[in-house]
């Protein structure tokens, strides 16, 4: 039986991994290889980055250690952040990325999607969604959340998912930092909306709220979350235990 | 060493890294030369069966890879690779392949339920046939440990060839071989440490204890 995938997600900028971390026991905690060598070694499903570099120095440097963090670990890796070409995708898959996340870029320029996936697969592109209540429908907002973009997140999603998106990250602003579980309402409509798999993202807080999460909706696929990993308020070993124990499918 | 045979499908990064990682001395060749010269070899593969069995045929390494293979010589596909190894895909038409082992590459739509997404995609753990013994290439995996799926099609009508199977709905071919030749429909270099150790069986096996 498949399984329910847990995954930590990196930001990384200038090549460093960004936002605190902070492991007992691990000196550089801002090196994306020994992170990504802790999550692999701690039983993550995949691994997410996210290059949040402005720069194009940033961006060789961050190829530099997708490279290495290719060659140190074998798991599937999601790179995300300045996607916007279709030459972009080439850019990350060379350095060992399995899957190539869009946000902005796709909604800037929608063909990226179907392009993308003629070129590589459905499998290799993530339609990643920041989506937020307004007057009661769920809209897409784009430049990490604080752009009302207009569009209806589950036309959004239909649309992707038509044009060859193969899985979607829904990453829920109404909850995203509140760490009082995962947006259950916004997730069950995707759900119903497509037949991808769908990663739940945002307001994980507890191992409570992934249990509540899988039980709710079996439709669900994954769990991404950051913070509550990289502080280690949640360790993915005790959470996979605990998630298995509790009847959920999971590799450990 | 071991050629990963390189027929212009997809990117090989990750499996010449994983290949690194055991300890193992890899080459990525499309040179018939070098693929005569390997003691092993793997045949990669992602993508569309017909695109890819083209490109192979087009480059001539189909010949070369079927010679080698029926000489003796231990060959492992790797996803779409396993594919190629059957004798022919029903994706999007009629397609023929290598015909090294009997079988067929079929939609998994057509066998699972309903509310089963396609692709398969993530971990699944793998099962071995009761009725034969483990196959050497997990000899050093435990029946039940996750590999890493990525696939809408998967080998129908091969069953005397499956040395596993993973549940999606039905069983599903996960692994074939027949002598030599030998297929895994995941992707061992992103199965973590069963992959890697998969591949180390693959890499370190004697030709006669790998077959």
Redesign the interface.
């Known amino acids: 039986?498949?399984?329910k995938?847990i995954i930590p997600c990196l930001d990384v900028k200038d090549g460093r991994v960004v936002k605190g971390v902070n492991f007992l026991g691990l000196a550089d905690v801002s090196s994306p290889v020994k992170l990504a060598k802790f999550y692999?070694d701690c039983g993550a499903?995949e691994l997410v980055f996210y290059d949040i570099t402005a720069s194009a120095e940033g961006r060789a440097l961050f190829t530099d250690i997708l490279?290495e963090v290719?060659?140190t670990?074998?798991?599937?890796l999601t790179v995300g952040g300045g996607i916007n070409t279709v030459e972009d995708f080439d850019r990350v898959?060379?350095?060992?990325a399995?899957k190539v996340s869009v946000n902005s870029g796709a909604i800037r320029d929608p063909s990226l999607i179907g392009s993308a996936a003629r070129k590589y697969?459905?499998?290799c592109v993530v339609l990643s969604v920041d989506a937020k209540r307004v007057d009661g429908r769920f809209r897409v907002f784009a430049k990490g959340g604080r752009e009302d973009t207009g569009l209806d997140a589950i036309e959004w999603i239909r649309s992707g998912v038509r044009s060859g998106a193969?899985?979607i990250v829904l990453n829920s602003i109404d909850t995203d930092g509140v760490k009082q579980g995962f947006d259950l309402e916004m997730l069950a409509a995707v759900c119903e909306a497509v037949?991808?798999?769908v990663i739940a993202s945002g307001g994980a807080g507890s191992i409570d709220h992934f249990k509540t999460l899988f039980h709710t909706l079996p439709k669900v696929?994954?769990g991404l979350a950051a913070s509550i990993f990289h502080f280690g308020e949640v360790s993915i070993p005790d959470l996979k235990r605990q998630l298995a124990a509790d009847g959920v499918n999971m590799?450990l | 060493m071991i050629a990963i045979i390189d027929y212009g499908v997809g990117n090989l990064f990750s499996l010449r890294s994983s290949l690194a990682a055991v300890g193992a001395q890899a080459v990525v060749t499309g040179d018939p030369a070098v693929i005569c010269g390997a003691d092993k070899l793997i045949l990669p593969g992602v993508g569309a069966f017909a695109d890819a069995a083209g490109l192979l045929r087009r480059s001539g390494l189909d010949r070369v890879v079927c010679d080698e293979a029926r000489s003796g010589k231990p060959l492992l596909g790797i996803c779409l690779g396993m594919q190629l190894l059957l004798e022919e895909s029903l994706e999007y038409g009629r397609h023929p392949g290598l015909g090294l082992i009997p079988g067929t590459v079929a939609p998994i739509r057509d066998v699972i339920p309903a509310s089963y997404k396609v692709p398969h995609i993530g971990w699944n753990a793998l099962h071995f046939p009761k009725e034969r013994p483990v196959h050497p290439l997990f000899s050093r995996i435990q029946e039940g440990d996750c590999v890493y799926f990525v696939h809408s099609y998967y080998g129908a009508d091969c069953a005397d060839s499956v040395i596993a199977t993973a549940e999606y709905g039905p069983e599903l071919t996960a692994a074939v071989a027949r002598d030599n030749v030998m297929g895994v429909q995941f992707h061992p270099e992103k199965s973590g440490a069963v992959g890697l150790a998969i591949l180390a069986a693959f890499c370190e096996g004697k030709g006669e204890t790998l077959c």
């Open positions: 039986m498949i399984t995938r692999s499903d490279t290719a060659s670990i074998f798991i599937p898959l060379k350095c060992g399995d697969g459905d499998q193969g899985e037949d991808v798999p696929d994954a590799r």
